[in-house]
Nanobody, 118 residues
């Protein structure tokens, strides 16, 4: 059974930092492209970060990393802004290159809420 479990979300003041984690199980982790998406209320799910790819609004503030030995992927978020508030999802897709299209992903976590106060 495939599971992606996110953690690390919470409430933070604008300018603050959070580190999201995603623990994967049930897949050959190193063979999957991993990415982070987010969805704010009333908005479409949005690509945030994949390996060497970031949506423009987070470039320079967010960093993604993965540990294949631990089947983990992380999203380090700095300089958080109120517009970053959303449910953040971890996604896994077959292949080595992350896609910005959420439809290309095979597995999803349940999401973790990030709230940024101004």
């Amino acid at each position: 059974q495939v599971q992606l479990v996110e953690s690390g979300g919470g409430l933070v003041q604008a300018g603050g930092s959070l580190r999201l984690s995603c623990a994967a199980s049930g897949i050959a982790f190193s063979a999957y492209a991993m990415a982070w998406f987010r969805q704010a209320p009333g908005k479409e799910r949005e690509f945030v970060a994949g390996t060497e790819q970031f949506t423009k609004s987070v470039q320079g503030r967010f960093a993604i990393s993965r540990d294949n030995a631990k089947n983990m992927v992380y999203l380090e978020m700095n300089g958080l802004k109120p517009e970053d508030a959303a449910v953040y999802y971890c996604a896994a897709g077959r292949g080595s290159i992350p896609s910005t299209d959420w439809g290309e992903y095979d597995y999803w976590g349940q999401g973790t809420q990030v709230t940024v106060s101004s």
